[in-house]
């Protein structure tokens, strides 16, 4: 079945530098690909996606690249801040199904 | 903004003993999903839920598994008898409208341990 593999799992940088999380999926089907963040005793809540239709998408200081091609997509976080710090899950569709990564915990320092 | 609610965040169990998970999703959504997560692994799907219908579900839904949502109250998933590799943060979601490109809201996950 379908698998997304999330390269980082933990991911530190500096408060004002950029983050890269990165993804691979394996169903050729897949046409839609969220993004969600879990900051410590919260729930997931959705940040951004990209539909298979193009092949960037950006909302504000997060950048969403996917290549279809590789079957890879990326999430890219600009100038972050304290509150960037959390768990980010990609995830790809399978049907009417989301399947998700193991997540990347990215931790921003001062 | 919507909030899902899970109830317990923390659920120990002897194997072999009944176990349900209680589910309040956004008041207006009408699909409900449960994914499971053991530690330091993927989220995976287990199944949908639409009027009152399992819509669709993975091969991690076992037999043991059941779900439903008794006159619009809490969205369940129950497990009888529960099993040691049902250990597992049990995340409950719920979404407006169907299918995968529409936004899920998660709960912020039941923690079961079955001892």
């Known amino acids: 079945g379908e698998k997304v593999e999330q390269h980082e799992s933990t991911l530190s940088v500096r408060e004002g530098d950029s983050a890269v999380i990165n993804c691979t999926y394996t169903d050729t089907a897949s046409s839609y690909f969220p993004w969600y963040k879990q900051e410590a005793g919260k729930s997931l809540h959705f940040v951004i996606d990209i539909r298979s239709n193009v092949d960037r998408k950006q909302s504000q200081r997060l950048t969403v690249l996917l290549d279809k091609k590789a079957k890879r997509f990326s999430l890219h976080i600009t100038a972050t801040q304290p509150e960037d710090s959390a768990i980010y899950f990609c995830a790809a569709s399978r049907g009417r199904a989301l399947i998700f990564g193991t997540g990347t915990t990215v931790s921003v320092s001062p | 903004g919507p909030k899902v609610l899970q109830i317990p965040s923390h659920q120990i169990i002897d194997m072999g003993q009944m176990v349900t998970l209680n589910c309040d999703p956004v008041?207006?959504?009408?699909?409900f999903y449960w994914y499971k997560q053991i530690l330091g692994q993927q989220m995976e799907f287990l199944v949908n839920?639409?009027?009152?219908?399992?819509?669709?579900k993975s091969k991690l839904f076992k037999d043991q598994f059941s779900v439903e949502r008794p006159d619009g109250s809490y969205f369940t998933l129950k497990i009888q008898p529960t099993a040691l590799e049902d250990s597992a943060v049990y995340f409950c979601?719920?979404?407006?409208?169907?299918?995968?490109?529409?936004?899920?809201?998660f709960g912020a996950g039941t923690r079961l341990s079955v001892l």
């Open positions: 979601a719920s979404s407006r409208d169907w299918g995968s490109q529409n936004t899920l809201y």
């Open positions: 839920f639409y009027n009152g219908k399992v819509m669709e």
């Open positions: 008041s207006n959504h009408l699909y």
